[in-house]
DNA sequence: AACCGGATCAACCGCGGGATT
DNA sequence: GAATCCCGCGGTTGATCCGGT
């Protein structure tokens, strides 16, 4: 009865991925795609379980990853949709194409936390703490930085406790504590409008609600800025002894040896690959080479 | 220069839910 | 229906960085 055994952990290699590693792991996947993560790691050669390729594609490989730090837009949206949909990651990541849960729920734990509570504003709760509270419910929240505590607190002191804070709606804790149960019911919260407004402590907030097209053209530029194809050519040419036709080939199995040929400088390389007609996430494509290489080199820039 | 503490973030862990046998 | 697996999620940890002393 049931299924296979799940892969043993013995002599699995944990920590850090190296370069190699992450190479393999992009390579088999934009091959190959995503079949079954159990047997990516053997399929691609690695000695890692199928969850950490898992974790290292989707936060660190995955070509549509967005890099660089939170605007304070986004800033302000995440605050938004974390007041409606409590500590679900992935449901708030859906809403930042390119963004991973990881990446903003540690943007939230280093970050906003403290930039809400600066403003006098409760992290779980999203509403103002008078000074009893705030000194209770910062206690809490450093103390066990657990939502569910901090609520329960939040909760009983309100039932037992005539404090002076301003009343609580009974629908905010409760959508903190009981948040929208999927996408649909968030859509109706979430107004399909580019430009939203809300309102936080008495003050308006204003979030430009960006489509998936908007930032992959964001996307292209970073990607473009961020490539520094000279540098990366001159380091590669000093490690295939000099010989640039070659790297152009061997990296980029989409060009033509006749292109790659005619490609005599590292600039003119990175001219070539940052033109449109070869680079452009309009015609993204796992299964294209020259992607492949150009993510690979996007992130060994990190 | 060395040390320290806080900030940051990649990676791991454990769990729950759905899928599979 | 039970047992087991796989995947995804949220919480946590630990390594590294960085600024202050």
Redesign the pocket.
């Given at each position: 009865?049931?299924?296979?055994?799940?892969?043993d952990?013995v002599g699995l290699?944990?920590?850090?991925?190296t370069i190699e590693e992450d190479h393999k792991l992009m390579n088999f996947i934009l091959n190959n795609g995503i079949?079954?993560?159990?047997m990516v790691p053997k399929l691609a050669g690695l000695l890692?379980c199928?969850?950490?390729c898992?974790?290292?594609w989707i936060?660190?490989l995955r070509p549509d990853l967005k890099r660089g730090?939170f605007t304070e837009v986004e800033e302000n949206q995440i605050i938004q949709l974390h007041s409606r949909l409590g500590?679900?990651?992935?449901?708030i990541?859906a809403h930042f194409p390119g963004r991973t849960?990881?990446?903003i729920?540690?943007?939230w734990?280093?970050?906003i936390k403290?930039r809400l509570k600066l403003l006098g504003l409760d992290p779980v709760t999203h509403q103002p703490m008078n000074d009893q509270h705030k000194e209770n419910d910062t206690k809490v929240v450093e103390d066990q930085?657990?939502?569910q505590k901090t609520l329960e607190t939040t909760t009983s002191a309100e039932s037992s406790v005539d404090d002076h804070r301003p009343k609580v709606e009974e629908n905010s804790l409760e959508k903190a504590a009981k948040p929208a149960d999927d996408d649909d019911q968030l859509r109706e919260l979430v107004p399909e409008t580019k430009e939203e407004r809300w309102n936080i402590n008495g003050v308006e907030q204003v979030s430009t609600e960006m489509n998936y097209n908007d930032v992959l053209n964001i996307n292209y530029e970073t990607v473009c800025q961020k490539l520094d194809f000279s540098t990366w050519m001159e380091q590669e040419m000093n490690n295939n002894n000099n010989n640039s036709n070659n790297i152009a080939y061997s990296y980029s199995s989409s060009l033509s040896l006749e292109e790659s040929n005619n490609l005599s400088s590292p600039s003119l390389l990175a001219d070539t690959y940052v033109d449109d007609s070869i680079f452009s996430w309009e015609g993204f494509n796992y299964h294209h080479h020259l992607e492949q290489d150009l993510f690979f080199f996007q992130n060994t820039q990190r």
């Open positions: 009865m049931g299924r296979q055994p799940c892969c952990k290699k944990r920590g850090p991925w079949h079954c993560w159990r890692r199928g969850k950490s898992r974790l290292r936060n660190y730090g500590n679900r990651w992935s449901k990541a849960d990881n990446e729920k540690n943007h734990n280093t970050r403290k930085d657990d939502q």
